[in-house]
């Protein structure tokens, strides 16, 4: 059974997915596009938005998005659920990388991943 839209039609799942240029984060997109799904892939570069878009030409959706620009979060979302409808499954695979001890970690804060 395929989801309903507000306007109570069927769509196949829409599928955001964020740092899908990575070859950790592309094992999730590359299977629901082999799905059927459509998937709107964030990525950080403009280069790597022509190389996903081009896994499924019709169904895969680049956009330029780095997760630690909060003011730019909630528009992308926006934006993609106005042009694709209701997102249904929304994956983040973004994080920080942590390489310090707990107690050292907790003076210094970290680093970014």
Known sequence: MRPH???????APHVPH??????????FPTAALDAGHTVVGTV?????????????????HARMLN????DAVAPTVAAIENERGPI???VNNAGYGVRASS????RSGGRRG
């Not at 964020?18 to 094992?27: I, K, V």
């Not at 878009?53 to 895969?60: H, K, N, S």
């Open 88 to 90: 249904d499954v929304l």
């Open 44 to 60: 950080r570069k403009p280069d790597q938005m022509t190389a996903f878009e081009q896994l499924a030409p019709d169904r895969a």
């Open 103 to 106: 107690c050292t970690r907790a």
């Open 67 to 70: 997760v630690t620009d909060t």
């Open 5 to 11: 839209d507000s306007r109570g039609e069927t769509h």
């Open 18 to 27: 964020h740092r899908c240029e990575q070859r950790p984060g592309r094992a």
